[in-house]
């Protein structure tokens, strides 16, 4: 079946630092989507991409879908405490399917 | 306009008891998906149901566990005689039809079986 992976598992950042977690998928995608998840909360959508070397911002952050939909990262440019959390990646393989999720990347900021 | 609601928002079970999770998905969708999630790990799909149907159960285990969404009420995931194992945070997810963009979560039940 499909897997979805992600990369690191953990990381710690001095606040102002960049911060950019990897996903890769078994299979092609049809879309990917990113969530975040707060200590103690649930996930919370951030952005869906469907194009194949989809490039999207959203303030200090960027979400990149590779060529071969396989692939996506997200970057956060200069951390700030408000960014920890877990974020997730999840795949589609086909428009309608069920999402997959990635393991997540557990985000600390140090202020 | 309300988010999706789940209730209880904790659950303690000993073992061998049931436990029943409801989920109210958001208004205006009939598109209900849930998930469990263990400690520091991330979110397994488990049944994904539209109203009065079943639609993808090939994440929910063969025994134990059901899940519902009637015509009238909220959506329950039941799992019957618990086990320690099942310990975790349940969620559910809604959206208003099959292909949209992004699923709606709710708060969680977090269940605990002594």
């Known amino acids: 079946g499909q897997q979805v992976m992600q990369i690191p598992q953990y990381q710690h950042v001095q606040e102002g630092e960049d911060f950019t977690t990897y996903c890769n998928s078994s299979t092609t995608l049809s879309n990917i989507q990113w969530y975040k998840q707060r200590p103690g909360g649930h996930p919370v959508f951030l952005i869906q991409l469907v194009k194949s070397g989809e490039v999207k911002k959203q303030k200090r952050l960027t979400f990149q879908f590779g060529e071969a939909k396989k692939n996506s990262s997200l970057h956060i440019t200069a951390t700030q405490t408000t960014d920890v959390g877990t974020y997730f990646c999840a795949g589609r393989q086909t428009s309608g399917s069920r999402l997959t999720f990635g393991e997540g990347t557990q985000l600390t900021v140090n202020p | 306009n309300a988010g999706v609601m789940q209730n209880p928002r904790h659950l303690v079970r000993r073992r061998g008891q049931e436990a029943r999770l409801r989920c109210s998905p958001m208004?205006?969708?009939?598109?209900v998906y849930w998930y469990r999630q263990l400690p520091e790990e991330g979110l397994k799909f488990m049944v994904y149901?539209?109203?009065?149907?079943?639609?993808?159960e090939s994440g929910m285990p063969k025994e134990r566990f059901s899940a519902e969404f009637p015509k009238e009420g909220p959506s329950i995931l039941r799992i019957q005689q618990v086990v320690r194992g099942d310990s975790a945070a349940y969620f559910c997810a809604s959206s208003p039809s099959r292909g949209y963009n992004e699923q709606f979560f709710g708060p969680g039940t977090r269940l605990t079986v002594l």
């Open positions: 208004k205006g969708h009939s598109h």
């Open positions: 149901l539209q109203k009065e149907n079943i639609i993808d």
